[in-house]
């Protein structure tokens, strides 16, 4: 898998329902347009997609990181677009764990599952990536979502993954749930 290009998105909430948030909410999305080598044909052993995720999440997990380290991370989320003459079956490849270790690597662990978004799409495709606590995907204040836009991509032999980390949950979040002080205690999960 040979990465084309790699894409930034930074987006940082300042205001939220015409009140200023605590601090600003930062989210970052690090997507890898790349060549998909089970394009065009079925393959049985994606191994080549699954292995494949580990050294392209590195690179772009480590860049989403260094956006994030005077912030911290708090939620993230995967994704993967996969062009047309890939399967969805090729983007969830290169979305299991061991995609998923390189992105818990990146920002120093993360205990949680991590939510993921996997579709067909061509250039310019829009995905919507899920946020979930790093730790504790039950805490409903950072059940979340970044929209990224992924120009030139991924062309039909192509995949783009893309990674996402976030500062903190919603602003003014108010609905209730569990919450970061009865799930995580200072000792970790309870």
């Known amino acids: 898998m040979k990465i084309r290009k ?3 998105v930074l987006e940082d909430t300042l205001r939220e329902e015409n009140r200023e948030v605590r601090a600003p909410l930062r989210k970052v999305a690090v997507t890898a347009i790349c060549s ?3 394009s065009g044909k079925y393959v049985e052993d994606l191994s080549v997609l699954v292995d494949g995720s580990e050294l392209i999440g590195k690179q772009i ?3 989403a990181a260094q956006h994030m380290s ?3 991370v708090s939620s993230y989320g995967k994704g993967a677009v996969v062009g047309f003459n890939g399967s ?3 983007a969830e490849a290169v979305l299991t764990t061991v995609f998923g270790d390189t992105m818990r690597a990146a920002i120093g662990g993360g205990k949680a ?3 993921h978004m996997a579709k067909r799409g061509g250039p310019n495709s829009t995905i919507d990536i899920p946020l979930g606590h790093k730790d504790a995907l039950t805490i409903r204040s950072h059940y979340d979502a970044m929209t990224v836009t992924i120009p030139d991509g991924p062309l039909a032999d192509e995949i783009a993954i893309t990674c996402v980390f976030s ?3 919603r602003p003014n979040h108010r609905i ?3 919450s970061l002080e009865n799930i995580i205690g200072e000792d970790g999960l309870r």
Do not use: D, R
């Open 6 to 8: 790699i894409i930034t």
């Open 36 to 38: 998909n080598p089970c």
């Open 61 to 63: 997990c480590g860049i």
């Open 70 to 72: 005077s912030f911290g």
């Open 88 to 90: 969805i079956e090729h």
């Open 113 to 115: 599952w991590i939510c």
């Open 167 to 169: 500062s903190a949950g």
């Open 176 to 178: 209730g749930g569990h």
